[in-house]
């Protein structure tokens, strides 16, 4: 006996993922608990967009708006199912996931907290994959993901849940799954697949999601130093960034110091001041490019001419 547990917040994917629970083969959920996680939602989720095979185990609960990870729990909490599988609300499961869904429970041994389902980023095949898209495909091989994930009511109890001071869709799942590894318990890889497609986005989405920072400090302040090596995750390129933040910083300040040593003697006009701010940001750029000509080229202008 297991329930489904769908955060979401309000995506129109939402009504591909029902059609693709519909379709699928095997032993219907108990429930199907949508937790509609929206911050101001101004209308209803439709229902009559969901097909009328799940019409009479859908049940829709309001969330607190606060992030994936409280979704989760408010889901699972109105549940009273022993295996409550998550699923996100921009995937869609294979026709056979329900089948396999039921089979992966089945074969969940005492000291198995849960299933993990193989998730498949679709990519375009008649070009390479922008940095979008291989961003998202990265989740093919991410650990644990709630994507398509099933945990045991009694372990969600017994670690209480989610950590809802993870607000976004980020490291809440591998937070979770490491409490479970300390708590003795196991996660097994399941049989089932789900598709999970590359969402439009916009030129930006890139820099939003640097957000995520704040949320490896509190995985660093929750698992220790050795986090990244137990979860499995990537160091990234933060060594990189905080080296181009620091020149970039010293930079700056290098040059407001050249531009006001040339502009604090000066009659300080708006004119001047704007001239001397922009050509104390050029001038070390020309005086490091003419002094390697000059260094380059020296052999040359030393040779006597006949």
Same mark, same amino acid.
């Given at each position: 006996?297991?329930?489904?547990?769908?955060?979401?917040?309000?995506?129109?994917?939402?009504?591909?993922?029902?059609? #693709?629970?519909?379709?699928? =083969?095997? &032993? @219907? !959920?108990?429930?199907?608990?949508?937790? %509609?996680?929206? /911050? +101001?939602?101004?209308?209803?989720?439709?229902?009559?967009?969901?097909?009328?095979?799940?019409?009479?185990?859908?049940?829709?609960?309001?969330?607190?708006?606060?992030?994936?990870?409280?979704?989760?729990?408010?889901?699972?909490?109105?549940?009273?199912?022993?295996?409550?599988?998550?699923?996100?609300?921009?995937?869609?499961?294979?026709?056979?996931?329900?089948?396999?869904?039921?089979?992966?429970?089945?074969?969940?041994?005492?000291?198995?907290?849960? #299933?993990?389902?193989?998730? =498949?980023? &679709? @990519? !375009?095949?008649?070009?390479?994959?922008? %940095?979008?898209? /291989? +961003?998202?495909?990265?989740?093919?091989?991410?650990?644990?993901?709630?994507?398509?994930?099933?945990?045991?009511?009694?372990?969600?109890?017994?670690?209480?849940?989610?950590?809802?001071?993870?607000?976004?869709?980020?490291?809440?799942?591998?937070?979770?799954?490491?409490?479970?590894?300390?708590?003795?318990?196991?996660?097994?890889?399941?049989?089932?697949?789900?598709?999970?497609?590359?969402?439009?986005?916009?030129?930006?989405?890139?820099?939003?999601?640097?957000?995520?920072?704040?949320?490896?400090? @509190?995985?660093?302040?929750?698992?220790?130093?050795?986090?990244?090596?137990?979860?499995?995750?990537?160091?990234?390129?933060?060594?990189?960034?905080?080296?181009?933040?620091?020149?970039?910083?010293?930079?700056?300040?290098?040059?407001?110091?050249?531009?006001?040593?040339?502009?604090?003697?000066?009659?300080?006009?708006?004119?001047?001041?704007?001239?001397?701010?922009?050509?104390?940001?050029?001038?070390?750029?020309?005086?490091?490019?003419?002094?390697?000509?000059?260094?380059?080229?020296?052999?040359?202008?030393?040779?006597?001419?006949?």
């Amino acid at each position: 006996m297991f329930d489904v547990v769908i955060p979401t917040i309000g995506r129109s994917s939402l009504y591909e993922l029902m059609r #693709s629970l519909a379709a699928a =083969r095997g &032993p @219907l !959920p108990q429930q199907i608990i949508i937790v %509609d996680d929206r /911050r +101001n939602p101004q209308t209803t989720l439709d229902f009559s967009q969901f097909p009328q095979r799940l019409q009479s185990i859908i049940r829709l609960i309001q969330g607190k708006a606060r992030g994936p990870a409280a979704a989760r729990n408010t889901g699972w909490r109105a549940s009273s199912a022993p295996w409550i599988a998550f699923v996100d609300d921009d995937v869609t499961v294979d026709s056979d996931w329900l089948e396999r869904l039921s089979e992966d429970i089945a074969r969940l041994q005492q000291g198995q907290a849960g #299933s993990q389902g193989c998730v =498949r980023v &679709p @990519l !375009p095949s008649d070009r390479p994959p922008t %940095d979008w898209e /291989r +961003n998202v495909s990265g989740l093919q091989s991410s650990a644990w993901i709630t994507a398509d994930m099933v945990y045991s009511r009694a372990v969600l109890a017994q670690l209480d849940g989610f950590d809802e001071r993870f607000h976004r869709a980020y490291r809440e799942d591998a937070d979770f799954a490491l409490r479970v590894f300390s708590a003795g318990f196991h996660i097994m890889n399941g049989t089932r697949t789900s598709a999970h497609p590359v969402r439009p986005a916009d030129p930006w989405i890139s820099v939003r999601l640097q957000a995520g920072n704040a949320d490896d400090v @509190l995985m660093l302040a929750l698992h220790g130093p050795r986090w990244r090596e137990r979860a499995g995750a990537p160091g990234g390129r933060w060594p990189y960034h905080l080296a181009s933040v620091l020149c970039f910083a010293a930079w700056a300040a290098l040059t407001a110091d050249f531009a006001w040593r040339r502009i604090a003697p000066g009659p300080r006009t708006p004119k001047e001041i704007g001239t001397l701010v922009a050509t104390s940001a050029i001038i070390p750029f020309a005086a490091v490019y003419h002094r390697t000509r000059g260094l380059l080229t020296m052999p040359a202008r030393l040779r006597r001419p006949a």
